[in-house]
Nanobody, 125 residues
Framework: QVQLVESGGGVVQAGGSLRLSCAAS?????????MAWFRQAPGKEREFVAT????????TYRDSVKGRFTISRDNAKNTVYLQMNSLKPEDTAVYYC?????????????????WGQGTQVTVSS
C-alpha cells in the first residue's frame, strides 16, 4: 500500500557530493514511520546506512558515514533525504529507501515493511 521511489543517484568523483531523495506515496502515515537508508554493493549483504525516527532529533548512522552523510525528512512532502558528502569509492552501491511503519527505529533489514527499487551511486576513484 506504500510505494517508495528513490532518486538522485549518479556517478561522482571521489570527494564529491550527492543528495538522494525518497518519495512515499499510496496509503501512508509518513510522519509516524521510521525511515532508513540501506545500501548494497555487488557481492555484499545489504547494510544499514542511516535511520531517522518520527522524532527528527533521533538519527542513527553507521560508523563509516558519520560526519559525511546526513539523513533528514520533510513530513509535509512525504520525503526523506540522504545528503552524502566527501564520497569515497567504498560508498559505491545501490541505495535503498525503507520504511518501518511501526516506528521502532531499528537498523535491522527484517524490521522494515516497505522498500524502494534502489538508486545507483557510483563514486569514481
Amino acid at each position: 500500500q506504500v510505494q517508495l521511489v528513490e532518486s538522485g543517484g549518479g556517478v561522482v568523483q571521489a570527494g564529491g557530493s550527492l543528495r538522494l531523495s525518497c518519495a512515499a506515496s499510496g496509503r501512508t502515515s509518513f510522519g509516524t514511520y521510521t525511515m532508513a537508508w540501506f545500501r548494497q554493493a555487488p557481492g555484499k549483504e545489504r547494510e544499514f546506512v542511516a535511520t531517522i525516527r518520527w522524532n527528527t532529533a533521533i538519527t542513527t548512522y553507521r560508523d563509516s558515514v558519520k560526519g559525511r552523510f546526513t539523513i533528514s525528512r520533510d513530513n509535509a512532502k512525504n520525503t526523506v533525504y540522504l545528503q552524502m558528502n566527501s564520497l569515497k569509492p567504498e560508498d559505491t552501491a545501490v541505495y535503498y529507501c525503507a520504511a518501518d511503519v511501526y516506528g521502532l527505529g531499528s537498523v535491522v533489514v527484517r524490521n522494515y515493511d516497505y522498500w524502494g527499487q534502489g538508486t545507483q551511486v557510483t563514486v569514481s576513484s
